[in-house]
């Protein structure tokens, strides 16, 4: 039990070296919030390239850009641009974009230009639901299988999570979630599980950003992380499951709440279209 699954990528100090192979701008550029956004969608979008390809790497720089939302959602992704961007033909942008597409980053419509991939509610319903079942299976595995090793990591990442609770930092918050939820996902030892989430953690990252920023949501994910791990560590597995549950869904709830309040951005193609009524009127 004690060995290492598929994948694991360590988010709280990034390897500012590793990320640089993987993207065309030097780290100095960029913020350590990108950069662990470049780490997660190389261990999932790229986990077959073992080498950074040019193809790897606009999937990873693109797909951390879309991440960080530096390209907005419905905002049009040029293969002229990108391939002028890289100094290459349209032939790998198309490739990348493709990676990208299968993560649900991109969509690649039928002769039309692709565009950043626009998640409506219902879709996120359909993603925060699924999450929460397999979450709940993989915290009742962990709290049964779970080694001496894993509880360290574990409380280890817990209180990276705390720190950047406490310094009301929303990045750091985030990416420290990411990575108790992909070391707790370890812990349950399931490959097919992890790699199911993995594909969904890229549908979310731009959404959960936005819903940890309601009010009093980070309180919430804080005490409910709090509450996970005492229940895996006393091996209580029925009590693991129904804590991640309900953190999952109070998430979904806080996010229904920013789209009926109108707090999710408008697809740039949907206020292109506004402006052009506007002007028409």
Partial sequence: ???????????????FEQADAWIATAPSSQSESFLNAVLVIRRIVAE??????????????????????????GEDLSSVELAERYETSRTP????LLLLEKEGLVRIPQRRRPHVAVLDIA??????????VLFGAVAS??????TDADLESLREQLARLSAAHDAH???????????????LTMAAYNNTAKRILDSL?????????????????????????????????EQDAPLADVLIRSNHLHALA???????DGGVPLPMRSRRRRRQAAAAA
Avoid: K
Avoid at 93 to 96: L, M, N, P, S, V
Avoid at 123 to 132: F, G, P, T
Avoid at 202 to 230: F, G, I, K, N
Avoid at 254 to 260: F, G, I, P, R, V
């Fill in 1 to 15: 039990m004690g060995a290492d699954m598929e994948g694991g990528t360590s988010l709280n100090r990034p390897d």
């Fill in 123 to 132: 879709e996120a319903r359909e993603i925060y639901r699924v999450r929460a």
């Fill in 48 to 73: 077959h390239h073992d080498r950074p390809s040019l193809v790897s790497r606009v999937a990873c720089e693109v797909g951390a850009e879309i991440v960080e939302n530096i390209r907005q959602s």
């Fill in 254 to 260: 806080a996010l229904e709440q920013l789209y009926a």
């Fill in 169 to 183: 930092d929303l990045s750091a918050y985030l990416w420290a979630n990411v990575e108790f939820y992909n070391r």
């Fill in 93 to 96: 942008i198309r490739e990348a």
């Fill in 141 to 146: 595995d962990a709290a049964r299988l779970r």
């Fill in 201 to 233: 953690l890229l549908r979310t990252l731009r959404l959960r950003r936005l819903s940890l920023t309601q009010p009093t949501r980070r309180e919430r994910s804080m005490a409910h992380h709090v509450q996970l791990l005492a229940a895996i560590e």
